[in-house]
T-cell receptor
Framework: TQLLEQSPQFLSIQEGENLTVYCNSS?????LQWYRQEPGEGPVLLVT?????EVKKLKRLTFQFGDARKDSSLHITAAQPGDTGLYLC???????????FGQGTELSVKP | GAVVSQHPSRVICKSGTSVKIECRSL??????MFWYRQFPKQSLMLMAT?????????EQGVEKDKFLINHASLTLSTLTVTSAHPEDSSFYIC??????????FGPGTRLTVL
């Protein structure tokens, strides 16, 4: 059973288009994180959302945490080829600071 | 931000040999480090939690005798893949947690077993 369901898993779009990636769970999370990973590298933290209903912006990226803290979304405006990569949501579970990851969204932005 | 390094970045070995991967926190101390495995086009799967000075905690389905973890200091954890087989070929990533509970990921190690 996947605790964090991410969708879509694959997304191929043209430069300039907008897109949204979703991360859903039936469980409540104290926080959720979004990472971006390029091939052959480790994931890099983009943002952490902590408060239900919170919206955070990072240039053309907008992150939202659901009111009930069970879901989150990542919206990219006017995607560019440099946005290509694997986007992962993750959240802590149990004690000990373990992170579980969603399945990931492989984004390809074509020029 | 804090930096985590991994060594080697890539390794190729013959089936049946053992391979050691190092994970270092370069500018902070980490009592807890985590080891993940990632197959192509897939997400990260947690293998084990490495605790300084004590035994690692393995996730369900991960063989502790095959994936030996040693966390002998506050800046170093090692993962040894023993008697490696082709199905162990994967991208292994570690992360280290600082005293603010934030995790920082290493760049990963690509293991190929022939």
């Amino acid at each position: 059973t996947q605790l964090l369901e991410q969708s879509p898993q694959f997304l191929s779009i043209q430069e300039g288009e907008n897109l949204t990636v979703y991360c859903n769970s039936s469980s409540v999370f104290s926080s959720l994180q979004w990472y971006r990973q390029e091939p052959g590298e480790g994931p890099v933290l983009l943002v952490t959302v902590v408060t239900g209903g919170e919206v955070k912006k990072l240039k053309r990226l907008t992150f939202q945490f659901g009111d009930a803290r069970k879901d989150s979304s990542l919206h990219i405006t006017a995607a560019q080829p440099g946005d290509t990569g694997l986007y992962l949501c993750a959240g802590p579970y149990n004690q000990g600071g373990k992170l579980i990851f969603g399945q990931g969204t492989e984004l390809s932005v074509k020029p | 931000g804090a930096v985590v390094s991994q060594h080697p970045s890539r390794v190729i070995c013959k089936s049946g040999t053992s391979v050691k991967i190092e994970c270092r926190s370069l500018d902070f101390q980490a009592t807890t480090m985590f080891w993940y495995r990632q197959f192509p086009k897939q997400s990260l799967m947690l293998m084990a939690t490495s605790n300084e000075g004590s035994k690692a905690t393995y996730e369900q389905g991960v063989e502790k005798d095959k994936f030996l973890i040693n966390h002998a200091s506050l800046t170093l954890s090692t993962l040894t893949v023993t008697s490696a087989h082709p199905e162990d070929s994967s991208f292994y990533i570690c992360s280290a947690r600082d005293n603010h509970n934030e995790q920082f990921f290493g760049p990963g190690t690509r293991l190929t077993v022939l």
